[in-house]
């Protein structure tokens, strides 16, 4: 039905599936199973009573039991009254391709696909069609177009994710829309609880957002989340329905102000968005999984090569007040001197500096091989905040002149904050607004924004959205502070485990103060801890939030770490963890090695490399917080390298060559 342009090499299906030949026609009440290439994941479908469902198993185990599939429609309710017509055969489908912007760069895969179609006894009527690999499934919908109908909505999709008794959730709310600072919620900013029951979602009427992590009773790790969500559909979430069944709900019609429908339109050529599972006995699978990537394909060419690296910001340090042209003046010649390549000027520049001052500041940048990426409120009539510039990026014909500008002046990109919504609407802006930068050769971060799904492939110029609590609310609560490590064991598997992340954060201040003196919120974490993090959450544009006054504060090995810290890596391995409590992976690039290790529980957290990495080690330099080895660089082989102990709050990293 399309063609799988995405591919390199496709094969498709001789693989006959085990359980039978699958010709029609599919017995009510009999199950049929779908299999991985290596047989490890399987679904399985049937109907009963015509209601079709499936489940879903991992090297035997559960990890989704029997639940519902099915989708309302405006030209139906296709719910109930089914029958599964037909399973495909398995098509075989191998993929490779290569990205730089995500945590891995040569990318291959196997998995197999079916399509299942759905009906009545007198017609077909949508088809579900799945995509298994070793640690991951996939399906999306597809509506069959009847006589001259080319268009549906979707009114409802009523497939379910009923868990194992004994299920505990991992789970960030969905925030209320038109609630948070000057009504630009949702934007994904709550804080995750480790180990909840399910039941306790009863209480939670907004939802979950993705990614969803679960710790399915004693069989492993489940992460639900999505990709492929532009312009084509809305964002889901998920809903808790009690009796251990999740499912997939639609934004709230009241974002975005009440404007634009909640429910996507879907042109009949069209599939929904790929809904993926990724699953496994331990964390592993769903820190290293590319499910988000391999599913998706490039919507547009990349205008050039684009250039990532770090930078630095004023803003979350110092406040508004200092988006004046001194401080970032100042900002420029501070990331110069740090070897660093950008500055983020954040909101207000326009009216606290004006356009000419930031025509001069970026010829001077440029000067310095310094590049600026400029702040903007993505309003629009959709919230209150009142920073500006605003009424810029909502529309095409005023962000087309305004993007010459910046490629005029060698602006090097944009931060688009205060987006508030789901919304298919708030979808296609995203897309228009990076479809457009790319002709002027602009990176695009977001802020107070969804999560980015599948969107480091699908669009070249997208660098990373921030669709977590992140570093503004270190600066606003001394709470956040106190559970700032807490939170930071969740990225790796969750969050970040899906898409790249702006968290804006690896300060080594102290205080989130300019003078970084008492009097403001205070960091609770390691200077080992903030280098752990600037190599454990991956965005390829890094903007730390580094000043002065932190670093003149820290020790020289910090300030040089993180002078040297790459923001673009080739490949991943997870070591250990368990959200809320710790977390320890690796990452690579070139031929260097990062381990990093961070602890938010009372006991050490207590870790070894893996042997793989310590192979070919010639040099290991190790950042440490344990009491025997306090706070200074150390370097070691493979064979001398010291037992791993990580304090509460602190961290631990082996740069190892
Ligand atoms: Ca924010």
Redesign the pocket.
């Known amino acids: 039905m399309n063609v799988k342009s995405y591919l390199t090499t496709v094969t498709l299906g001789t693989l006959l599936v085990a359980c039978g030949s699958n010709e029609k026609p599919v017995v009510s009440g009999e199950t049929y199973s779908l299999f991985s290439p290596d047989s490890a994941t399987v679904v399985k479908i049937s109907y009963i009573d015509g209601i079709p469902g499936y489940s879903l198993e991992h090297n035997g185990k559960i990890y989704i039991e029997y639940s519902p599939i099915g989708i309302k429609t405006d030209l139906g309710d296709f719910s109930k009254g089914l029958i599964v017509k037909n399973i495909s055969e398995a098509g075989k489908i191998e993929g490779s391709y290569s990205m730089k912007n995500t945590k891995k760069r040569d990318i291959s895969f196997q998995g197999n696909e079916y399509t299942v179609t759905f009906g009545n006894d007198t017609t077909d009527l949508f088809e579900m069609q799945w995509h298994l690999q070793k640690n991951d499934a996939a399906f999306r919908y597809f509506v069959i177009p009847h006589g001259e109908t080319r268009v549906c909505r979707v009114l409802e999709e009523t497939t379910e994710f009923v868990m194992p008794e004994g299920t505990t959730t991992f789970l960030a709310p969905q925030m209320r829309a038109m609630g948070g600072w000057m009504r630009t919620a949702p934007?994904y900013?709550t804080r995750h609880k480790a180990d909840a029951q399910m039941d306790e979602g009863l209480d939670v009427k907004d939802g979950f957002v993705f990614p969803a992590l679960f710790k399915v009773a004693d069989n492993g790790w489940l992460q639900l989340s999505e990709t492929g969500v532009g312009s084509n559909y809305s964002a889901s979430h998920l809903k808790y329905n009690g009796n251990r069944a999740y499912q997939y709900v639609f934004p709230d019609e009241k974002e975005f102000n009440g404007n634009g429908t909640s429910q996507p339109g879907l042109a009949l050529t069209d599939y929904t968005p790929w809904r993926t599972f990724t699953f496994g006995e331990d964390l592993a699978p769903l820190a290293e999984t590319t499910i988000q990537f391999d599913l998706v394909e490039p919507l547009y060419e990349a205008s050039q090569d684009y250039k990532y690296g770090k930078g630095t910001w004023s803003w979350i340090i110092y406040d508004d007040w200092a988006t004046i042209y001194p401080y970032q003046k100042d900002y420029v010649d501070f990331s110069n001197e740090l070897g660093y390549q950008t500055v983020l000027v954040d909101g207000r520049w326009d009216t606290q500096i004006g356009r000419d001052s930031i025509a001069i500041l970026a010829k001077e940048a440029a000067a310095k091989d310094v590049g600026l990426f400029l702040w903007y409120n993505s309003n629009g009539y959709w919230n209150d905040a009142p920073q500006t510039p605003r009424g810029i990026m909502d529309n095409s014909i005023k962000r087309r002149k305004e993007m010459q500008w910046m490629k005029d002046n060698g602006i090097k990109g944009i931060k688009v904050?205060f987006f508030g919504s789901d919304k298919q609407q708030a979808m296609k802006l995203y897309e228009d607004i990076l479809f457009d930068a790319n002709d002027y050769g602009l990176m695009v971060i977001f802020?107070?924004a969804t999560l980015p799904r599948g969107w480091e492939k699908m669009y070249p110029n997208f660098v990373a959205s921030?669709a977590v609590r992140?570093s503004?609310n270190l600066r606003f609560s001394q709470e956040e502070c106190d559970m700032e490590a807490y939170s930071a064991t969740f990225h790796p598997v969750s969050r970040n485990a899906v898409a790249s992340m702006d968290f804006g954060g690896s300060t080594l201040n102290r205080y989130y103060n300019h003078k970084d003196e008492p009097g403001s919120s205070e960091r609770k974490t390691s200077e080992v801890f903030a280098l752990a993090t600037a190599v454990m959450f991956q965005s390829p544009v890094q903007h730390f939030a580094l000043s002065r006054a932190g670093n003149a504060n820290a020790p020289e090995w910090a300030v040089e770490f993180m002078k040297a810290v790459p923001t673009t890596w080739d490949d991943i391995r997870w070591i250990k963890g368990y959200p809320g409590k710790h977390a320890a992976l690796a990452r690579k690039t070139g031929d260097t090695w990062y381990v990093a290790g961070i602890n938010a529980n009372d006991d050490d957290f207590k870790f070894e490399i893996p042997a793989e990495i310590l192979a070919n080690a010639n040099e290991i330099t190790v950042y440490s917080d344990s009491t025997d080895l306090k706070g200074s660089e150390m370097k070691y082989n493979s064979s001398n390298i010291p037992e791993i102990k990580v304090p509460k709050n602190g961290g631990y990293v082996a740069v190892i060559k």
Do not use: L, V
């Open positions: 934007s900013e904050d802020h107070g921030e992140a503004e």
